[in-house]
C-alpha cells in the first residue's frame, strides 16, 4: 500500500518553463512533508519541505504548495533551468510514522529540461 | 563544509562474503540512517540509531546489521549478500526524529 504517489515518472519541460511535480498521499497523520531531488549515483539531495500548518512554501526558484484536503502537494519550480534535470523525491513523515517520524518516499519523477 | 560521506562510493562482493559499508558525518546530528534503494524504487529505511539506541525496522531481514561506534560513524554490515542485496545503499543523518534528514552519496553494492 503505497502512502506517497507520485503518478508521473517521467515529465519533461522546455528551458525557462515552469515545472510543476505533483504527489498525493493518503495517510491523514503525515504532517512533515519534503521534497528531494537526485541525480544519478548520487545521494537525494533535500530540496524544501513544509509543515502541515502551512500551504505554501517558498525558496528562490523553488515552491512547495501543500493542498490538506486534498492529501495533495507539488512542487513548482520557476524558471525551469537543464541543471534541474533530476529525479525529484516526495517524502513525508508524522506521529504515526513510528518511533524516527520515519520519511515514507514516492517513487519519483524524472525531470527533463529541455534546452 | 559540513556534510555526510560514505565509503566507499562503488563495492563490489561476491556471493556470500561479508561486506561493510561506511558513513561518517560531520553535522555532529543525533540519529543515523540506512536506506537500501533499488533502481526506480523508493528509498526503503533499514534501520536508524538515535545517539547509541538501534532500532530495526520490523521487516529488515538479519542479514543486515549495524554499528555506531561514536557520533560521527555508522557502519552497514552484511553478513552474506545475496544477488538480491546488490542496491545503493544511501545513510542520512538528522538533528532530532522527524528532522530533515541529509543524505550522503551513496554506496552502490554489486554482488557477484
Known amino acids: 500500500d503505497q502512502q506517497v504517489k507520485q503518478n508521473s515518472p517521467s515529465l519533461s519541460v522546455q528551458e525557462g518553463r515552469i515545472s510543476i511535480l505533483n504527489c498525493d498521499y493518503t495517510?491523514?497523520?503525515?504532517?512533515?512533508f519534503l521534497w528531494y531531488k537526485k541525480y544519478p549515483a548520487e545521494g537525494p539531495t533535500f530540496l524544501i519541505s513544509?509543515?502541515?500548518?502551512?500551504d505554501k512554501n517558498e525558496d528562490g526558484r523553488f515552491t512547495v504548495f501543500l493542498n490538506k484536503s486534498a492529501k495533495h502537494l507539488s512542487l513548482h519550480i520557476v524558471p525551469s533551468q537543464p541543471g534541474d534535470s533530476a529525479v525529484y523525491f516526495c517524502?513525508?513523515?508524522?506521529?504515526?510514522?513510528?518511533?524516527?517520524?520515519?520519511?515514507?518516499f514516492g517513487s519519483g519523477t524524472q525531470l527533463t529540461v529541455l534546452p | 563544509d559540513a556534510m555526510v560521506i560514505q565509503n566507499p562510493r562503488y563495492q563490489v562482493t561476491q556471493f556470500g562474503k561479508p561486506v561493510t559499508l561506511s558513513c561518517s558525518q560531520t553535522?555532529?546530528?543525533?540519529?543515523m540512517y540506512w536506506y537500501q534503494q533499488k533502481s526506480s524504487q523508493a528509498p526503503k529505511l533499514l534501520f536508524h540509531?538515535?545517539?547509541?539506541?538501534?532500532?530495526n525496522e520490523a521487516d529488515t531481514p538479519d542479514n543486515f546489521q549495524s554499528r555506531r561506534p561514536n557520533t560521527s560513524f555508522c557502519f552497514l554490515d552484511i553478513r552474506s549478500p545475496g544477488l538480491g542485496d546488490a542496491a545503493m545503499y544511501l545513510c542520512?543523518?538528522?538533528?532530532?526524529?522527524?528532522?530533515?534528514?541529509?543524505f550522503g552519496p551513496g554506496t552502490r553494492l554489486t554482488v557477484l
Open positions: 553535522l555532529n546530528h543525533n540519529v
Open positions: 495517510n491523514s497523520m503525515f504532517d512533515y
Open positions: 517524502a513525508a513523515s508524522g506521529s504515526s510514522s513510528g518511533s524516527a517520524r520515519q520519511l515514507t
Open positions: 542520512a543523518t538528522s538533528r532530532d526524529l522527524g528532522d530533515t534528514q541529509y
Open positions: 513544509i509543515s502541515s500548518i502551512k
Open positions: 540509531y538515535y545517539d547509541k539506541d538501534f532500532n
